[in-house]
């Protein structure tokens, strides 16, 4: 090309465009619950509690310290200190019986599900046995992987095992043994067995999801199913409730055997979690923060129920609090209410959020009267003030 000759545009870089269509953005699902509404959800936990000052502080020391190594990629499975530390604390809290070579770090307990349901329900029938009523987030999960739920009924005391299916064997059967959720129930040792005895006559493991599993109030906690037989039980944990569900790190904790099909299909789904965040929660377990963190939230969390459930006497004296021992949550039941979608709508307007126990069942019919009271994320005086509003809200469906 002569210089100065102009600007030219070369042979063959252009093309028509198609007319584009115009398409609606949907934009992500966000809450639109007033801020003067009172929501008693349960998955929340206290997060004005977080430890910001020592996170922090720890957070900065890892970054100086870690070499650098550690900012590299990582294997799926997690970073080996944390796994050590974590198998060490979880023998001493919950009785599991594992190496840290068992454990994998996930994205939460959710992905731990997730992942668990693909990988034994390809390998099995795709038929799981699932406590009733359960959440719905677990349903989508086990849906998700393309497994069959089957519903188990669970009361007062946890799930019912003369009730688990003996015409098919399950994939896995699905627990909350420590806090069921909704209902709150703490399961006995003489279940706890019968769960055991019913996994090896079928030759059918257990999942076992350790759901608040560090705050019992009453009583002495009982230590994880996982411990009984490590061998069928699948254990899976997650530090969303105890510190913040921003962190994203859970954990699995599998039988030997399952590992390295597990740790493949971790690979395949982020490659790793975030290898900075577990140094730095592996040092705040080493150093006893957790401990202590977990000790603070259970004085903060005990003072939350013992006004929840004062108030509720106060104002129905007819109804019954279950599952109120431990974790973050109680359920409660009121004779004569159907909680209805209309009923919810009318304690909405009257600013107040509660969450009926019939929302997660998944057969219809047996709780219709019961409502779940998270308390973990509210202060003593919202917690009255919610209980009062949802006192004036019944009164108008009355």
């Not at 959800?41 to 310290?65: Q, S």
């Not at 979608?341 to 969450?355: A, D, F, I, P, S």
């Amino acid at each position: 090309m002569r210089p100065r000759s102009g600007t030219y545009v070369a042979k063959g870089i252009t093309f028509q465009r198609e007319k584009e269509q115009p398409h609606p953005v949907f934009p992500a699902v966000v809450s639109n619950i007033s801020k003067d509404v009172i929501d008693f959800r349960a998955a929340n936990p206290a997060m004005d509690h977080f430890p910001r000052k020592i996170w922090g502080r720890l957070t900065k020391e890892v970054c100086n310290d870690t070499p650098e190594v550690a900012f590299a990629y990582s294997g799926s499975e997690g970073v080996k200190k944390l796994r050590e530390v974590l198998s060490q604390y979880l023998m001493k809290i919950r009785g599991v019986r594992c190496h840290a070579d068992q454990i994998i770090i996930t994205s939460g307990a959710t992905q731990a599900l997730y992942m668990i349901s693909r990988l034994i329900t390809n390998r099995n029938d795709q038929f799981i046995a699932v406590e009733d009523p359960v959440t719905d987030e677990m349903r989508r999960i086990f849906s998700l992987a393309g497994a069959e739920v089957h519903p188990v009924p669970a009361d007062e005391e946890g799930i019912i095992p003369e009730s688990l299916p003996l015409h098919r064997k399950p994939s896995f059967l699905f627990v909350i043994p420590s806090h069921q959720f909704p209902l709150g129930g703490t399961l006995s040792i003489q279940r706890r067995v019968k769960l055991m005895e019913y996994s090896r006559k079928m030759d059918t493991y257990i999942v076992e999801d350790d759901y608040d599993s560090e705050f019992t109030y009453e009583g002495v906690p009982v230590h994880s199913i996982q411990g009984l037989n490590p061998e069928r039980v699948l254990y899976v944990g997650t530090f969303s409730k105890i510190l913040s569900p921003a962190l994203r790190i859970g954990y699995a904790v599998l039988p030997p055997n399952l590992v390295d099909s597990f740790r493949e299909l971790k690979w395949y789904t982020d490659r790793h979690t975030s290898s900075l965040e577990q140094l730095v929660l592996a040092r705040f377990i080493e150093e006893g923060f957790l401990d202590r963190h977990v000790r603070q939230m259970k004085k903060i969390y005990k003072k939350r129920r013992e006004a929840l459930t004062a108030s509720i006497r106060d104002h129905f004296p007819s109804a019954k609090i279950l599952g109120q021992s431990a974790g973050m949550h109680l359920v409660v039941e009121f004779p004569g209410v159907v909680f209805s979608e209309e009923v919810k709508e009318l304690l909405c307007e009257t600013g107040v959020l509660v969450y009926p126990v019939e929302d997660y069942a998944l057969t219809k019919g047996a709780h219709q009267h019961k409502i779940v009271l998270g308390y973990g994320s509210l202060t003593e005086k919202r917690i009255v003030e919610g209980v009062k509003r949802l006192s004036e809200g019944l009164q108008k469906y009355t």
